[in-house]
Nanobody, 125 residues
Framework: QLQLVESGGGLVQPGGSLRLSCAAS????????IGWFRQAPGKEREGVSC????????VYADSVKGRFTISRDNAKNTVYLQMNSLKPEDTAVYYC??????????????????WGQGTQVTVSS
């Protein structure tokens, strides 16, 4: 059964860092693009960052450029999101999702097929 599991969320002070992980089981990530998305209370789910199957193409939302870095280790079947200089407005539930590489276009939630359960990130002093 295809499954994605996020981990690494938590409570952090403004300016702090967290690294999220998205581990896949039941399938290999080698042929999938992976995206990180987030949803804050009362807001729509939005794309944060996405990466192609080889890692050669990365996409970032303007709000996180220069602060977040997406990467992947296909040998470990895992994708990461390094989040630095965190701000209170980064508070949200973060989800990872997968789409077959042949269908990889942008970093929009409606393009992604398989979703994890999410991990809470709270940035607060």
């Amino acid at each position: 059964q295809l499954q994605l599991v996020e981990s690494g969320g938590g409570l952090v002070q403004p300016g702090g860092s967290l690294r999220l992980s998205c581990a896949a089981s039941g399938f290999t990530l080698d042929y999938y693009a992976i995206g990180w998305f987030r949803q804050a209370p009362g807001k729509e789910r939005e794309g944060v960052s996405c990466i192609s199957s080889s890692g050669g193409i990365t996409v970032y939302a303007d709000s996180v450029k220069g602060r977040f870095t997406i990467s992947r280790d296909n040998a470990k079947n895992t994708v990461y999101l390094q989040m630095n200089s965190l701000k209170p407005e980064d508070t949200a539930v973060y989800y990872c999702a997968a789409v077959p590489q042949v269908l990889f276009r942008l970093c929009r939630p409606d393009e992604y097929h398989h979703w994890g359960q999410g991990t809470q990130v709270t940035v607060s002093s």
